[in-house]
């Protein structure tokens, strides 16, 4: 069964401070993956996107790794900031199919 | 503005009244979802479609029925709802999800069922 598993379920770090959120699935055959922020009470809006020629992309603070060969990725927030405490949802989707596999989401509290 | 809008945002209903929620898009997108999410359990889909008048099951259908008239539109439909119905749902459009498009969710509605 495909599934995507995320680690951990909730962090809470200091302002300023970095943290990585990992990101685990066993889709197969393997086409993308992409990082979404769910701000509370908000819908989710993509970070980024990794496919399967990706090891690493940016987007400002935000930094996405991929390696697909052990089926792993994960999010590293840098010099975070308040407005980072958001759950983050990693969703991947499999070859030849329209259906994405959710992720439950890692729950970020980012204290001042 | 390029945007999902659902309503209502918030409600509270009892159960067995039958009761629709709306979604519109306006970036011409074909392909639409709804999802519900739950405490623990992530964003699961309910129904999906792929262009108007194509409409098929997500993961938890049951309950809920959908139509796809309209490009634009894609309403949400609890014919006789239950309390465990109870959830925050969230509409979504695509370009192309099948060549790595983009998911732009609503606002979300949270339903609450008594």
Known sequence: ???????????????????????????????????????????????????????TKSNGRYTATLDADTK??????????????????????????QKLVFGTGTRLLVSP | EAQVTQNPRYLITV???????TCSQNMNHEYMSWYRQDPGLGLRQIYYSMNVEV??????????????????????????????????????????PGQAGELFFGEGSRLTVL
């Not at chain 1, 680690?7 to 685990?24: D, R, V, W």
């Not at chain 1, 840098?78 to 499999?94: F, G, H, R």
């Not at chain 2, 159960?15 to 929620?21: I, N, Q, R």
């Open chain 2, 55 to 96: 409409t098929d099951k997500g993961d938890v259908p049951e309950g809920y029925k959908v139509s796809r008239k309209e490009k634009r539109n894609f309403p949400l439909i609890l014919e006789s709802p239950s309390p465990n119905q109870t959830s925050l749902y969230f509409c979504a459009s695509s370009l192309n």
């Open chain 1, 1 to 55: 069964k495909n599934q995507v598993e995320q680690s951990p379920q909730s962090l809470i770090i200091l302002e300023g401070k970095n943290c990585t959120l990992q990101c685990n699935y066993t889709v197969s055959p393997f086409s993308n993956l992409r990082w979404y922020k769910q701000d509370t009470g908000r819908g989710p809006v993509s970070l980024t996107i990794m496919t399967f020629s990706e090891n």
């Open chain 1, 72 to 97: 792993q990725s994960s999010l590293h927030i840098t010099a975070s900031q308040l407005s980072d405490s958001a759950s983050y949802i990693c969703v991947v989707k499999e070859t030849g199919f």
């Open chain 2, 15 to 21: 159960t067995g009244k039958k009761l629709t929620v």
